[in-house]
């Protein structure tokens, strides 16, 4: 089965940064798009940003300068690099791939979330 696992969260303070990893595994014939949403209490999950399988990628208005999304083919993994990081960043952080596995379709995956808290 296919899984998201990410890492790399934590706390910092205002103005830190923090280096996001999703590390995709399983029944893998081909990955499409990824991305990073961010979901805080009380709120719905938003988009922070993403790339494509061609390496186009599209940010967030929030997050633009600040944060930057990368891939590595090889190792199955995508990036968030969070720099300038404000309070208002505090979020449960969600990996999403779009995947080819064993159905032979594209299907959507999500990581189980992990928080990033940026004290004032």
């Known amino acids: 089965q296919v899984q998201l696992v990410e890492s790399g969260g934590g706390l910092v303070q205002a103005g830190g940064s923090l280096r996001l990893s999703c590390a995709a595994s399983?029944?893998?014939?081909?990955?499409?798009?990824m991305g990073w949403y961010r979901q805080a209490p009380g709120n719905q999950r938003e988009l922070v940003a993403t790339?494509?399988?061609?390496?186009?990628?599209n940010y967030a208005d929030s997050v633009k300068g600040r944060f930057t999304i990368s891939r590595d083919i090889t190792k199955r993994t995508a990036y968030l690099q969070m720099n300038t990081l404000k309070p208002e960043d505090t979020s449960v952080y969600y990996c999403y791939a779009r995947i080819k596995g064993g159905s032979w379709r594209f299907d959507d995956y999500w990581g189980q979330g992990t928080q990033v808290t940026v004290s004032a």
């Open positions: 399983g029944s893998i014939f081909s990955i499409n798009n």
């Open positions: 790339i494509t399988s061609g390496g186009s990628t």
